[in-house]
Structures are given as C-alpha cells and as structure tokens.
C-alpha cells in the first residue's frame, strides 16, 4: 500500500492574527507545519508527503523541512500553491505519484492528529470508500443566519439545525487517487472565490458517496490565538 499526503500550507491565517503565515508559526520552538508533515509521516502505510507552501515561499519552506528530521522516511515534494485552498490541493495533486493507492488532503493547521486517526481514514479508503472524513459530533448548538452581518450588529436568526445532526470535519480527509483528481478536473473554477473550504464536499458534488469515521479532539485546527494555548498544553501532557 501506498499513501501520499497532500499538506496545503499555502494559506495567510489572519484569524491567528497579522505576521508571518500560520504554518510557520512556532509551537514549543517548531514550526506548526512541521509538527503536521511529523504527523502524517508517523503513520507507517504514508510513503510520500506533498507540501503546498506559499506560492512565492516553496524554496523557503523546503530548506525548513530540511532542517527537522522526520520520523520515518518519506518521500518529501515541496510544491508552489494557489490563492484558494481547492487551488492549493489542486497543484498539490499534480506531484501525486501514479502508484498510489490512497490520497490524504491534511490541513497544515491541524498539527497534532494522532497516527491512529491517520491510520483509520486510510484504511477505510483501502476498503473501498471513495471519500473519508473524521468527524466529531459538535457539543455548541448551531444557529442558521440569513447572510454574514456587519461586526456588532445584532444578527437575525433564520433556524436551529439538529445538533444530533451535526458533524465537525476534521483532516486528514482520505480518497481513492481517481475520486479526488476526477473532482478536482470537473469542479475547476467552480465553489466561488474561496473555492471548497473541504475537499470532501467536492467529491459530493459528484454524487459520490462520502462516509464519515472517528475524528480525535487533538485533530483540532489552530486558527486562533487560544488554539496555540491548547496546542503548547497538548505537546505538554504528551511529554509526560
Ligand atoms: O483557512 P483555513 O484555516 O481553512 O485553511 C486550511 C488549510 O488550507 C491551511 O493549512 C492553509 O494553509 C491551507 N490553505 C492553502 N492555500 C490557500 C488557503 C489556505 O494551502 N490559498
């Protein structure tokens, strides 16, 4: 078997707040991305890990991966990314090798997956599945709104959604190679100016049947500043 990941680290992360992109950002003294590429190589059915950095910064960011050792070996690509995530994934797949048998989209915000998560969306893509997303139930209650309102004003409230309903979708999401490119070719440009905020949601599109497995609380993404508090406390309690 053999698992490629594609690791979209392209994206500016303002919600952490201004300076350098959130990959790069410092989690106990290494950066957020390589804790993830860390991450995925740590499973063992992962040969190959495809990075999508910045698009002016692929040279950067390779010599950063250089200098932090991998758990295992794998074959590392550094490749230039795109203005929207879809965009990233996209240009991420065209290093994808021909021989491999399941492909794993992982945000590079989501530093501390555990292997086990990893391993368990693979392994549902080796069984059959075209698409596979971890998930967690989601513990707030979800407010539906009309449209997104101006900062402080008071928003109308359009409905209650079923929470029991409800899942929160994590990365790594896992694909059959073929489900992921077919997707991507026949959906390019489409989704609007943000393109897919998830991968899986363009194989729906397809009408392809996408299923839902285990996702883990250490799967969270880091996106604000209280994330990077949670993070550093995680890395902590694993250390004992
Ligand atoms: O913005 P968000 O937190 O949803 O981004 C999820 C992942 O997508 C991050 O790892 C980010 O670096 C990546 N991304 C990208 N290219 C973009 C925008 C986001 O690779 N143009």
Same mark, same amino acid.
């Given at each position: ?11 500016? /992360? ?21 804790? $993830? ?18 698009? *002016? ?5 390779? $010599? ?17 990314? @795109? ?12 290093? %994808?090798?021909?021989?491999? *048998?399941?492909? =794993? ?10 292997? *086990?998560?990893?391993?368990?969306? $693979? ?24 449209? !997104?309102?101006?900062? /402080?004003? !008071?928003?109308?409230?359009? /409905?209650? !959604?079923?929470?029991?309903? %409800?899942? $929160? ?21 489409? @989704?609007?100016?943000? /393109?897919?905020? *998830? ?6 599109? %397809?009408? =392809? ?18 994330? =990077? ?5 995680? =890395? ?5």
């Amino acid at each position: 078997p053999h698992t490629a990941v594609i690791i979209p680290a392209a994206g500016r /992360g303002v919600r952490l707040g201004p300076g350098i992109p959130k990959a790069l950002r410092l989690l106990n003294g290494v950066p957020i991305l390589v804790h $993830a590429v860390r991450a995925m190589a740590a499973a063992r059915s992962v040969a190959t890990v495809i990075v999508v950095a910045p698009p *002016d910064g692929a040279e950067g960011v390779r $010599a950063l991966l250089d200098e932090h050792p991998l758990p295992r070996p794998v074959a590392l690509h550094v490749v230039p990314g @795109g203005t929207t995530r879809q965009e990233s994934v996209r240009l991420g797949l065209a290093a %994808l090798p021909a021989d491999a *048998d399941v492909v =794993l989209v992982h945000d590079a915000a989501r530093p501390l997956v555990p292997v *086990d998560t990893t391993e368990a969306v $693979a392994a549902a893509v080796r069984d059959g599945a075209p698409a596979v997303v971890p998930a967690l139930p989601v513990t707030d209650t979800v407010k539906q709104i009309a449209a !997104p309102a101006r900062e /402080g004003e !008071p928003v109308p409230v359009t /409905g209650t !959604p079923d929470r029991a309903l %409800l899942r $929160a979708v994590q990365t790594p999401q896992g694909f059959a190679p073929d489900a992921l490119l077919d997707a991507h070719r026949r959906l390019a440009g489409l @989704g609007g100016e943000e /393109g897919a905020t *998830d991968d899986a949601g363009m194989v729906e599109r %397809l009408g =392809l049947p996408v299923v839902l497995v285990p996702g883990h609380e250490e799967a969270f993404k880091v996106t604000r500043p209280l994330d =990077l508090v949670l993070a550093e406390a995680v =890395l902590a309690r694993r250390r004992i």
